[in-house]
């Protein structure tokens, strides 16, 4: 069973940091495009940052670049998301995503030009004073 599960998430004062975790079990990422959304009440799912497994290019929205930090433990087959300078607009549940590679560039993932077919169960993150 492909499966992806997500931890980190947590409650944090404006201008705090955290790292969120994507573990991947019953396959390997090295073959995948994977990517972190997010999803705010009353808001559409957007794509904030995605990685390439086939060429290791890399994708961030404006809203996150500088900010936050994709990377993958090959090692615990894990996707990771360093998340700092955290703002109250940050909020919402964080969500991981995994693409076959050869379908799925950085853009179409984190754009969600086409069909995902593997998500976790998302993760929530309170940015709040």
């Known amino acids: 069973q492909l499966q992806l599960v997500e931890s980190g998430g947590g409650s944090v004062q404006p201008g705090g940091s955290l790292r969120l975790s994507c573990a991947a079990s019953g396959f390997t990422l090295d073959y995948y495009t994977i990517g972190w959304f997010r999803q705010a009440p009353g808001k559409e799912r957007e794509g904030i940052s995605c990685?390439?497994?086939?060429?290791?290019?890399?994708y961030y929205a404006d809203s996150v670049k500088g900010r936050f930090t994709i990377s993958r433990d090959n090692a615990r087959n894990t996707l990771y998301l360093q998340m700092n300078s955290l703002k109250p607009e940050d909020t919402a549940v964080y969500y991981c995503a995994a693409e076959n590679w050869r379908i799925a560039s950085v853009q179409a993932m984190c754009l969600m030009t086409i069909p995902l077919d593997i998500w976790g169960r998302g993760t929530q993150v309170t940015v709040s004073s």
């Open positions: 990685y390439s497994s086939g060429d290791g290019s890399t």
